[in-house]
């Protein structure tokens, strides 16, 4: 599973921190969950800035050329799990 860290500063703007294949060497956690949890745990965002690409975001990333429309998908995928863990810690 590709994982998007991300960090969302105060005036608004995105900032792409890294892009994480967590899936484990050995094919032991395909969905990446243990590595998900390991990052809840270390990090003091309790994973707020972090989300996981669903297979559907991830194919269009695949299938675009264009710059301009990965960014608008990626920004598109971070800003819904932000709206939603706010929303969520409301």
Same mark, same amino acid.
């Given at each position: *599973?590709? /994982?998007?860290?991300?960090d969302? !500063?105060? %005036?608004?703007?995105?900032?792409?921190?890294?892009?994480?294949?967590?899936?484990?060497?050995d094919? !032991?956690?395909?969905d990446?969950?243990?590595?998900?949890?390991w990052?809840?745990a270390? /990090?003091?965002d %309790?994973g707020?800035?972090?989300v996981g690409?669903?297979?559907?975001?991830?194919?269009? *990333?695949?299938?675009?050329? %264009?710059? %301009?429309?990965?960014?608008?998908?990626?920004?598109?995928?971070?800003?819904?799990?932000?709206s939603a863990?706010?929303?969520?810690?409301?």
């Open positions: *599973m590709l /994982f998007i860290e991300y969302v !500063h105060p %005036d608004g703007e995105i900032e792409l921190v890294a892009l994480v294949n967590a899936v484990d060497e094919g !032991h956690d395909p990446g969950s243990s590595w998900l949890q990052r809840i270390e /990090f003091d %309790d707020l800035g972090c690409i669903s297979p559907t975001d991830l194919a269009l *990333m695949e299938e675009t050329e %264009d710059p %301009d429309q990965l960014q608008t998908i990626v920004e598109g995928i971070i800003l819904a799990d932000r863990k706010e929303g969520a810690a409301s």
